[in-house]
Nanobody
Framework: QVQLVESGGGLVQAGDSLRLSCAAS????????MGWFRQAPGKEREFVAA???????SYADSVKGRFSVSRDYAKNTLYLQMNSLKPEDTAVYYC????????????????WGQGTQVTVSS
């Protein structure tokens, strides 16, 4: 199986940047699609960004142009660079790994991290 641990969250002001990291351990990391999801209080978990095993990326409309997802195969680490942060980005961010084809769906992922809190003040 794959174990995932997120880090890099914190409290920032609107317009600031953060880089989230997701350290993965386990077998065949390079063959998994990797995704970022977030969940705000009172809301369902929503898709943020994803990167396939081949390097293709996808983003939610709400973060397109501001966030960038990447992965380092040598370090077994997934990243989410977040720029121009807005208060509406406030949420717990989760990284996930899976082999499903629908990257935007929670059901496409088999493994999840514990989450890291991102809070953006206005």
């Amino acid at each position: 199986q794959v174990q995932l641990v997120e880090s890099g969250g914190g409290l920032v002001q609107a317009g600031d940047s953060l880089r989230l990291s997701c350290a993965a351990s386990g077998r065949t990391f390079s063959r998994y699609n990797m995704g970022w999801f977030r969940q705000a209080p009172g809301k369902e978990r929503e898709f943020v960004a994803a990167i396939s095993w081949s390097g293709s990326t996808s983003y939610a409309d709400s973060v397109k142009g501001r966030f960038s997802v990447s992965r380092d195969y040598a370090k077994n680490t997934l990243y989410l660079q977040m720029n121009s942060l807005k208060p509406e980005d406030t949420a717990v961010y989760y990284c996930a790994a899976g082999v499903g084809h629908n990257w935007y769906s929670v059901g496409a992922y088999d493994y999840w991290g514990q989450g890291t809190q991102v809070t953006v003040s206005s």
